[in-house]
């Protein structure tokens, strides 16, 4: 799945602006997760046409990275993203990036980037979610 990460001057109204863009030209969010530090914005996305969401933010001016994101489908227990950071941790692969996306079924979804993400597909392929649309859960 990819992720689109956007970078921006943090001001009133710039989540209104995106969000309504999308909308406006036919592209649903899926998932967002925001945060401002120091005055910058780091929105990290997931659309229904990466592509086209990607194209509309560059025209509009916005510094636009995209990344593969796995989504992983986590028992809902205590220890359970400890056990799957330190099975990555141990093979030496960094967590860049980790948000909740939803819950079904007992079960927890999270985004997670990783510096590798070919060799953490091996070592989560039992986590790893099938359909990663909130919609298509499960």
């Known amino acids: 799945m990819k992720e689109l990460t956007i970078f921006a001057k943090d001001r009133v109204g710039l989540l209104a ?3 309504e863009m999308m909308g406006k030209n036919g592209v649903n969010i899926e998932f967002l997760s ?3 530090v120091a005055g910058i ?3 990290h996305m997931t659309f229904s046409n990466e ?3 990607a194209s509309l933010l560059e025209r509009a001016g916005f510094t636009v990275i995209s990344s593969d994101i796995l989504v992983l489908r986590i028992p809902n227990k205590p220890g359970e993203i400890g056990r799957i950071s330190r099975m990555l ?3 030496g692969i960094n ?3 980790i948000y909740f996306m939803g819950e079904k079924a007992r079960h927890g979804f999270f985004a997670v980037k990783v510096d590798r993400p070919d060799d953490a597909k091996g070592i989560l392929k039992e986590y790893i979610s099938k359909s990663p649309g909130m919609g298509r859960l499960g």
């Open 89 to 91: 941790s141990d093979e």
């Open 51 to 53: 592509l086209a969401a």
């Open 34 to 36: 925001g945060e401002a």
């Open 41 to 43: 914005a780091v929105l």
């Open 95 to 97: 967590i860049q990036n």
């Open 17 to 19: 602006d995106i969000t």
